[in-house]
């Protein structure tokens, strides 16, 4: 066992110096996992040296200062999987696949510095466990591929959205009643992405029960319920209705602006594809999002596409590492493309009100199939 | 309970820990006997004290099992409610007792028996059964006073607001007067709420009814904290039967605190049934799981470290914001978020089977006890619909404000001092 020092002692001592030293705290533990004992002035490893693979580091805050723990590669720059907001007292799991080679590994205890580091070596791979060297290389590819993605849906949600509002404000019904569904799918595809801002997402897309007594009903849903007007309603006047369609037009300017500067990680691109499928399994298939137009396939479709790019932007995170996973889920997603497909009328669907209990059961179940699986690519893409 | 079922003897013999408030319990002899050496110093018997100076079911030791029912009036007579309110009085200090309804006494044997049966030899399970009136008990809707009970209306009893995201059914919802039945036997709860529907036909109907099946809150310092269907364990902070402080400061209405002097003694009861959407919560991370709540899934310790019971630091920083994320449920609703405001919560896990999509229908009862809503929830409840991560695996589908009367003691009937002021 090795036990690392506080910067000022490293740097006094030299690394060399401390291979050696024992602590009693920190152990090798029965699955596998490498033992970190994090406190305020010292990060102990159970182990200095592990095999190539899926390294687990089960690290332990013994200290009072919120913790990180950083595997870093041997440029000491580089990370290559960390897990912070490690409380007092808590343990956290780092999981993490590392090939053969140097690295350091480091506690920050307070969050602050370069933290106490110390060399890890990982040595060579079981046969059949072997890393791929550029996985970090896939993992920016994977942020790239889909940060272009969401910012060419963001611009044709802003034009379709300009399109929309002049028909609503002009009281072009028929064209407005068309436009809806089509554009919404370009919000619906990065949904996540959108309602990541919280002051913008209840103007454009909240529906009426989201609402608290009091506050203003505007955005998308504002203006399904006047197109698509149920029983008893009051319809906008031209004045009222150039207020909401400047409103849409306004805020998803500043949405697409924003949206612009976002950063991609592969964690967010994986949990944002399950996000989808959840908004697709508490909304769609329910066919509360479109109370109105009951328009929900074109959401349901959109929300499926949107998830299926993020899923395949890091499939080959997952090639050679968790080849079943994904077998699963290009499988699950290909059987819930073919169940909607079957509602196609056209360039669009079958509204929900049309569906029978039984189609909508039968959805229901093909969502929670594809979503199972896809709950866990978070874990196998960042590690 | 664990207990019971081990000892394999009567439940009426049996302890089921220290018990609720001390006072409220009566002492059985046989159940020292049974024990022998076994048994604390503290004598118990599986029944709660129906009568006191508040209603049982409160700062009761929380039972594991609950049936609570909303009934609306049809009558328009006040001598015929009051006389069923005579009648729900006797029968539940019957059953409370362990005793059927209408006594030993089985009858004609060509008339249906008074009592349904099927809590004979289940022991009174620490049966408690609480009392309580909604606003529209005292003004129909177009505002007039009914049964007389002009003036009578508490200035707390508001009608509860929309709040944001509130899916609320109104046929699950409001009701002129409140049932709830509490129990460590869930046929004994079921048979309490089943008799009395029973002696109200013709004076009121079931507007609602919802079975509980776990206890959500631990309401005495002996009790393990138990976990909801998030798998959290859930009140962690709650105002215990211990806390006399606490409970006049925030439960108990006092004689001063109140436009109504017959509720002193009383408190107010909220009642809101809160669907998880259990499915897509189970497919969240670990991480999002916790970052949710604020807490830490295994031990209940704040994510800003320690133990259960260690207070959480809000001010403890984090990698980006507070290590306790500031839209944590932790976060939102700490006392320390609301000027030292709190509820006695006692809620219950439940479910109704599934829905027609093949999903869990299930989530938490929620049941608090305060001094007054517009205090003690309704800004509570505003924070959370605003700002709560958990809303998103939330779906709020009744809502229920009641006043509950004091207690009472024998010879009188509950909610007496409604209608006899």
Redesign the interface.
């Known amino acids: 066992m090795t036990k690392f020092l506080a910067p000022a002692a490293l740097l006094a001592l030299g690394a060399l110096a401390l291979t050696g030293c024992t602590d009693n705290n920190a152990t090798a533990s029965a699955d596998g996992s490498i033992a970190v004992s994090a406190s305020d002035d010292a990060c102990t490893l159970a182990t200095g040296t592990a095999a190539g693979g899926t390294l687990k580091f089960s690290v332990k805050?013994e200290g009072t200062k919120?913790n990180?723990f950083y595997l870093l590669a041997e440029d000491g720059l580089r990370i290559v999987g960390e897990v912070?907001?490690i409380?007092?007292?808590?343990t956290r799991d780092l999981v993490v696949m590392a090939p053969e080679g140097s690295y350091f590994a480091a506690c920050k205890p307070g969050?602050v510095g370069d933290g106490i580091r110390s060399p890890f070596t990982v040595t060579a791979a079981a046969a059949g466990q072997e890393v791929s060297a550029d996985r970090a290389a896939l993992q920016q590819t994977a942020a790239d591929q889909y940060a272009s993605y969401v910012k060419d849906q963001s611009q044709q949600l802003l034009a379709g959205t300009e399109d929309f509002a002049a028909a609503f404000a002009a009281g072009e019904e028929a064209e407005a009643k068309q436009l809806y569904p089509q554009v919404r799918m370009h919000w619906e595809r990065i949904e996540p992405v959108a309602e990541s801002f919280g002051d913008l997402d209840p103007i454009l897309d909240a529906r009426e029960?989201?609402?608290?007594?009091g506050?203003e009903f505007t955005g998308w849903h504002r203006a399904e319920k006047d197109l698509w007007a149920p029983k008893g309603y009051t319809k906008m006047s031209q004045a009222q209705r150039q207020q909401i369609a400047d409103g849409l037009v306004k805020h998803t300017t500043e949405l697409v602006t924003r949206a612009q500067a976002l950063e991609f990680t592969p964690d967010k691109l994986a949990?944002g594809a399950?996000e989808l499928l959840?908004e697709v399994?508490?909304g769609k298939?329910?066919g509360e999002e479109e109370a109105f137009s009951h328009t929900d396939l074109w959401d349901f479709q959109a929300n499926l596409e949107g998830a299926k790019i993020a899923y395949e932007d890091l499939a080959p995170l997952l090639e050679g590492t968790d080849d079943e996973l994904d077998a699963q889920l290009k499988e699950n997603f290909e059987k819930l493309q073919a169940q909607l497909d079957a509602y196609r009328v056209g360039e669009g669907f079958k509204y929900y009100d049309q569906l029978g209990?039984e189609q909508?059961?039968e959805l229901?179940?093909g969502v929670?199939a594809l979503?199972?699986p896809?709950?866990r690519l978070?874990?196998a893409v960042v590690k | 309970m664990g207990e019971e079922k081990k000892a394999g003897i009567s439940r009426r013999l049996l302890l089921t820990g220290a018990g609720a408030g001390g006072a409220g319990l009566a002492v059985g002899a046989l159940a020292a006997a049974a024990f022998g050496g076994q048994l604390p110093e503290k004598q118990a018997t599986d029944t709660i004290e129906f009568y006191g100076e508040h209603q049982a079911g409160i700062t009761t030791e929380a039972q594991d099992r609950m049936h609570i029912v909303g009934f609306d009036v049809t009558t328009q007579d006040r001598g015929k409610l009051v006389a069923l309110l005579r009648d729900w009085t006797a029968a539940i200090e019957q059953m409370a007792a362990g005793q059927p309804v209408g006594g030993a006494d089985t009858g004609s044997y060509d008339a249906p028996p008074a009592d349904t049966g099927e809590a004979e030899g289940l022991g009174a399970a620490h049966l408690t059964v609480t009392v309580g009136f909604g606003r529209s008990l005292f003004l129909d809707e177009h505002g007039k006073p009914r049964f007389g009970l002009q003036g009578k209306l508490p200035e707390a009893l508001i009608e509860l607001p929309h709040f944001s995201g509130d899916m609320v059914e109104e046929q699950r919802s409001g009701g002129d007067i409140v049932v709830q039945a509490c129990a460590n036997d869930p046929q004994v709860a079921v048979h309490a709420i089943r008799n009395l529907s029973r002696l109200g036909f013709g004076t009121v109907r079931v507007r609602f009814s919802q079975i509980g099946f776990g206890r959500t809150a631990k309401t005495t310092q002996a009790q393990q904290t138990p976990r909801n269907l998030f798998g959290f364990k859930d009140g962690t902070a709650n105002i215990l039967a211990e806390d006399a402080d606490a409970l006049a400061k925030h439960v108990w209405v006092g004689k001063d605190s109140t436009d109504q002097p017959w509720m002193a003694g009383g408190t107010y009861m909220v009642a809101r049934r809160i669907r998880m959407q259990i499915e897509t919560w189970d497919r969240s991370a670990l991480r999002e799981q916790e970052n949710v709540v604020g807490r830490i899934k295994s031990t209940g310790a704040p994510l800003s470290g320690g133990e259960e019971f260690s207070e959480p630091d809000f001010a403890m920083a984090g990698s980006a914001g507070p290590i306790i994320p500031v839209d944590s449920h932790v976060a939102v609703l700490h006392p320390s978020a609301h000027n030292g405001v709190q509820m006695l919560r006692r809620g219950f896990n439940y479910t109704d089977g599934s829905d027609g999509l093949g999903r869990l229908d299930a989530g938490l009862f929620f049941i608090a006890f305060v001094i007054d809503a517009r205090t003690h929830f309704v800004p509570l409840q505003k924070a959370m619909s605003a700002n709560d991560a958990m809303n998103e695996y939330l779906r709020h589908t009744s809502s229920g404000l009641y006043a509950i009367p004091p207690g009472i003691q024998p010879g009188q009937y509950l909610g007496q001092q409604l209608f006899e002021s």
Do not use: C, H, I, R
């Open positions: 805050n919120v990180e912070e907001n409380g007092p007292g808590v969050m029960a989201d609402l608290e007594e506050q949990n399950k959840d399994a508490t298939v329910t209990t909508v059961q229901a179940a929670d979503s199972e896809l709950s978070t874990a």
